[in-house]
């Protein structure tokens, strides 16, 4: 059984202890679907002021909606466009500190007010992105992005 950790270090320690956590839950998982879900429901169980966690995958040119934390959510989202669009289309992580600042931002939950994607990169094939919102603006700051970009590079391995 998964028991819940207290975080209770620095945001570093506690995103290092949410990496492990991960490492712990996928590594002997070879199906994506699985690895996806668990990450999703991980960063969901670690992050506070977030309203939705979850994965998109590249199929065809476009994001199609996979595992996720949150209400329903939109399920294709086109390259370039939106956020997770312009972050896998560009390969960069793309912080946002209001969603309504941003041209061309798809809402799928008018709650959402910040957004943080990180896209999905395998031996340079695109997988899918990260995305992560909040209903608070400017809730992503640089500790997130880096450590969110490692995240994604330990579950990478996994996919």
């Known amino acids: 059984m998964f028991h819940t950790t207290s975080y ?14 991960l490492e712990a839950l996928i590594e002997d998982e070879p199906n994506r679907i ?28 476009q994001l199609v909606l996979g595992p996720f934390q949150g209400l329903p959510a939109c399920v294709r989202i086109p390259f370039g466009k939106g ?6 289309a560009e390969r960069r992580i793309v912080r946002v500190e209001d969603v309504n600042q941003f041209p061309g ?27 992560i919102d ?6 992503f700051d ?9 995240f994604v590079e330990v579950l990478a391995k996994y996919l």
């Open 8 to 21: 209770q270090g620095t945001k570093e320690e506690n995103y290092k202890l949410v990496i492990k956590q």
């Open 34 to 61: 699985a690895n996806l879900s668990n990450a999703s429901a991980l960063l969901n169980q670690f992050l506070d002021t977030i309203n939705w966690v979850g994965f998109y995958l590249v199929e065809h040119n």
């Open 83 to 88: 956020v997770c669009g312009t972050a896998i």
């Open 105 to 131: 931002h798809i809402a799928c939950d008018a709650a959402s007010q910040s957004e943080i994607v990180v896209p999905i990169i395998k031996n340079e094939e695109l997988i899918g992105v990260l995305d």
């Open 134 to 139: 909040s209903p608070i603006t400017n809730r």
């Open 142 to 150: 640089e500790i997130d992005e880096s450590q969110l970009g490692k």
